[in-house]
């Protein structure tokens, strides 16, 4: 509880402490089915608090005006499930093409009592007649190129695109590859409390046809 609550503070976000729990039990579910599942490398509860707790939660700044998001390649349900704790308010779809992962991101659902949150087990290609959402977002998913490859027939010219990355020059390669018809607007440097590694935000938009 003490690294997390201080690396909220760090990161200047204020959480109810049922929030606070939640997180938690997160964090203890990942690090439980980790070890049979292969969820994620990270598998110390404290490593992952720093390396996928606060840094999915990097993204909250940028919430705002938003009611739907879409968390393509969602894995573990990161970064949808901590967003979505933090953000009650906001309805998350989660999608995955692995049926082990989104059968562990259906458990938390459950176990969380998480009433925003809904789990698709589908390839991205598969929800291309599905409503559009106000954001996409996704974490160490795929290149730009395919990400927005993946994701252009679910947006227009209004919804946010986000993608979290790492180092902002591999950004910087990756960009010269934009899928026709999307633009990068911007890269924002986030820092992340314990975590010993650049991360970024990129900020993408769909131009009009």
Not at 39 to 63: G, K
Not at 149 to 172: F, P
């Amino acid at each position: 509880m003490e690294l997390l609550t201080q690396g909220l503070q760090k990161m200047q976000i204020k959480l109810a402490d049922s929030a606070l729990q939640q997180l938690l039990d997160y964090v203890a579910l990942l690090a439980k089915w980790s070890k049979f599942y292969n969820l994620t490398t990270v598998r110390d509860p404290e490593n992952i608090i720093s390396h996928h707790i606060l840094d999915s939660l990097t993204l909250l700044p940028y919430l705002d005006n938003v009611q739907t998001v879409l968390d393509v390649g969602t894995g573990a349900g990161l970064p949808g499930i901590p967003l979505a704790i933090a953000r009650p308010d906001i309805l998350f779809r989660l999608i995955d093409s692995q049926q082990k992962k989104i059968n562990f991101v259906q458990h938390v659902i459950t176990s969380l009592k998480l009433s925003n949150v809904s789990a698709i087990w589908t390839r991205i290609e598969s929800l291309q007649d599905s409503p559009q959402v106000d954001m996409i977002v996704s974490r160490a998913f795929a290149s730009l190129s395919d990400f927005t490859n993946l994701i252009a027939g679910l947006c227009d010219e209004k919804t946010r695109i986000v993608a979290m990355k790492g180092r902002r020059e591999q950004v910087g390669n990756e960009q010269l590859n934009l899928s026709p018809g999307f633009k990068l607007n911007h890269i924002e440097t986030v820092t992340v409390p314990y975590l010993n590694a650049e991360r970024c935000v990129v900020f993408l938009t769909k131009q009009e046809d």
